[in-house]
């Protein structure tokens, strides 16, 4: 079937970010082959199981009962306030000692990031990005026409080597400072990385001498199902300079769109009077009901026995079916690990193979940020963390059997591929 053009009456009336990606290209392509049949690996979506439904329509009811016609005002009412607290007491539990006046609540993480990103960027200004990362977040970024600097990432996630190498090359250049470093610290989106104390306690003393911010983006750090977490950026910095992210959509659900920001007072500020059209009152009395009545931290627990058990299956799978070449990364949280395929493989290329196997991913190489920030990278690297053999793998949503089929359609699209 012939493929209908794109209607062009008003490219004329788009912002010129718009008009330069009308023709394709752009971050954030979660584009898969359609194959309904086949097991998606692709998306970072919470399992339909876990949503805490019962809970959150207790809640619904208890504030609407109770606080009626202020839940429904702008600004809502207490339940707004008792959501600030569970939020703090959250940090709190984390070692961060925020105060009232350092949170920010959103509609949601990348909500956020926006609001961050129209508080510090001109256009051209220069942020640094971990390579790979989450490509959401890479086109919140390039809205605001930033200028987006990889900087390697390993298994202890972002290489601090690396990003001082990088701010070197640019002083000696004589070109401006990043003003940002945006850094995914607990289970990366997409390796399933996480930053090392050593390396936090580096990327802290970067910014101080180099005089940057660091946004880290926290949407997996309460899921860790094994080993010991190192303390949030936030709580090891004692110079402001961490403008922290969380969200519930990973421990609640994405639906309700609530996420926050801590941040030094002084920031804050600025950042909340960014944070235009007002934020999900409603939902934030509900969530605020949800932490007041104790249902958060029994559901993680239930959430982080989902996860483990599904983290563990694919790995499991990982083990038996791909061929020889194969590797990939072994989160201790999250939703996601990084697979890297045998010598020959293209992941991009081979995607509607796999499909027709059963199985769909994101190839690696859409979570780097690339020519001007539209193409994905022109070299990638092909190791263990690089781009052209490696994929993302989501275990986040499908039962621990799709992901052993998915695994084994994988491994057959290899070997066909390879063939
Ligand atoms: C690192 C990271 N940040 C932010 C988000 C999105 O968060 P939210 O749903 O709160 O916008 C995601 C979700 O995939 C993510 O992986």
Redesign the pocket.
Known sequence: MAEQARDDRFDHLFASTVRERLDGGGYGSSASPAAEDAVPLTY?FPYPESFPTAELVAATETVLEEEGADVLQYGGGEYVERLHDGLLAREHDRGIDATRDELIV????????DAIASTFLDPGDEVLVESP??V??LAVLDNRSAELTGVTLDEDGLDPDALEATLDAREAAGEATPKLLYT?PEF??PTGATLTRERRERVLELAAEYDFLIVA????GELRFGGESPPPLAAMDDAGRVIR?G????TIA?GV???WIVADEALADQIGTMAAGGTNTFTQSVLGRYFDAGHYQPTLERLLEGYETRRDAMLDALERHLPPGSSWTEPEGG??LWVTLPEGVDAEDMLPLAAEEGVTYLPGERFFVGDGGRQPAAEPVDDRTGGKRSARLSFSHCTPEELDDGIAALARATEAYLE
């Open positions: 970072g959103t509609n949601g993480a990348t909500y956020a990031l990362t989450f959401w977040s995914i990366q989106n983006d926290d949407a997996y992210v969200t519930v959509s990973k994405p769109r609530t996420g939703f996601f």
